[in-house]
């Protein structure tokens, strides 16, 4: 994330807007030209026994490769389905590395598990920064 893009530790709010980008690799592969991209929360999804998934409505479609059911498949998606990358972590902590799916979505999609069976996993180390805040 640019220092330009640095938020105050404030924790995501739905309609909040954000950016997610970098990851483990220098270049992530999912990201077109190392860019980030942006969007707004349009939902959080319970999952029992951790942090509610947060998925992001993004302000363009994205295309990346990424893990569908054990095989490598390239999506085009409008929203990310975010979810917290170490145990313990929530939403409020100042830890803001999440795991990324880009997912195709659709009508009726209602629940985390809906929402990651359209996607594709693309990243296990990203960052997000709130906008504007």
Do not use: F, K
């Not at 105050?8 to 220098?26: C, E, Q």
């Not at 190392?34 to 994205?62: E, F, H, K, N």
């Not at 569908?68 to 975010?82: I, P, S």
């Amino acid at each position: 994330m640019s220092a330009a893009l640095a938020s105050a530790l404030v924790p995501p709010t739905l309609g909040s807007r954000i950016a997610v980008g970098g990851g483990y690799d220098m270049e992530p592969e999912w990201l077109p030209a190392g860019q980030q991209v942006t969007g707004s929360i349009a939902a959080w999804l319970p999952r029992p026994g951790r942090a509610d998934g947060c998925l992001i409505r993004l302000d363009r479609p994205l295309i990346a490769t990424g893990l569908a059911h054990g095989r490598r498949e390239t999506r085009t998606g409008e929203h990310l389905l975010l979810s917290t990358r170490y145990e313990g972590q929530d939403w409020d902590s100042d830890e803001r590395t999440v795991q990324v799916s880009l997912c195709t979505g659709a009508a009726g999609l209602e629940t985390y598990d809906d929402w990651s069976e359209v996607g594709v996993w693309v990243e296990s180390h990203a960052t997000y920064a709130l906008l504007n805040v």
